[in-house]
């Protein structure tokens, strides 16, 4: 058991549309980050939270978004969906910040249609 | 801008064959580098991290050596059951542990 869930585990949307994809961590991972992963590519580093603060985004429009939660959980909120963000889409948490490496969760496959 | 470079993309073994998996990394101040394994629809599982050239882990068939500029990941032995996606990613830099991943290079080990 990895001690990080995803839900859901799969989902079709339509272009246009806004969706959330909800990520429960392990007590005591107080950061959280989360990942892009098209087909047959690495992972893509979208946002980090830290105790409930941004401290990271990367390349992604401001359409994606997210947040932290005091018990451990977090969103990730992609607005005005496009073709392109077909992807499994990864939460991954740790403690310190993530100095020490991060456990990921199994993903939510995203179709946007 | 870091990158992380994987080869070869594709590695196929009989059982037995050992090998290795190369990662060539660019980055700003390397803070830690990474191996996962991914199975087909699944997430990233931990392997190791290395923080400092020099630098050896093992865990069973698996071992992983950092240099100034790569890492290698040893695979002595393979079984079957090692047949998975192998992703690299470097940690870098000030602010939050971001990762960046190679694209991965996808094992398959045959009977």
């Known amino acids: 058991e990895t001690g990080v869930t995803q839900s859901p585990t799969h989902l079709i949307k339509t272009r246009g549309q806004q969706v959330t994809l909800r990520c429960s961590s392990q007590?005591?991972?107080?950061?959280v980050s989360w990942y892009q992963q098209a087909l047959g590519q690495g992972p893509q580093f979208i946002f980090q939270y830290y105790r409930e603060e941004e401290n990271g985004r990367g390349n992604f429009p401001p359409r994606f978004s997210g947040l932290q939660f005091p018990n451990y959980s977090s969103e990730l909120n992609v607005n005005a969906l496009e073709l392109d963000d077909s992807a499994l889409y990864l939460c991954?948490?740790?403690?310190?910040?993530?100095?020490?490496?991060?456990?990921f969760g199994s993903g939510t496959r995203l179709t946007v249609v | 801008e870091d990158q992380v470079t994987q080869s070869p993309e594709a590695l196929r073994l009989q059982e037995g064959e050992s090998s290795s998996l190369n990662c060539s990394y660019t980055?700003?101040?390397?803070?830690?580098l990474f191996w996962y394994r991914q199975d087909p629809g699944k997430g990233p599982e931990f392997l190791f991290t290395?923080?400092?050239a020099g630098e050896e882990k093992e865990k069973e068939r698996l071992k992983a050596t950092l240099t100034k500029k790569e890492s290698f990941l040893h695979i002595t032995a393979p079984k079957p059951e090692d047949s998975a996606t192998y992703l690299c990613?470097?940690?870098?830099?000030?602010?939050?542990?971001?990762?960046?991943f190679g694209k991965g290079t996808k094992l398959s080990v045959i009977p």
């Open positions: 007590s005591g991972h107080n950061t």
């Open positions: 980055v700003s101040g390397l803070r830690g």
């Open positions: 991954a948490s740790s403690t310190s910040g993530g100095n020490y490496g991060y456990t």
């Open positions: 990613a470097a940690s870098s830099g000030a602010g939050s542990y971001q990762l960046t």
């Open positions: 290395l923080y400092s």
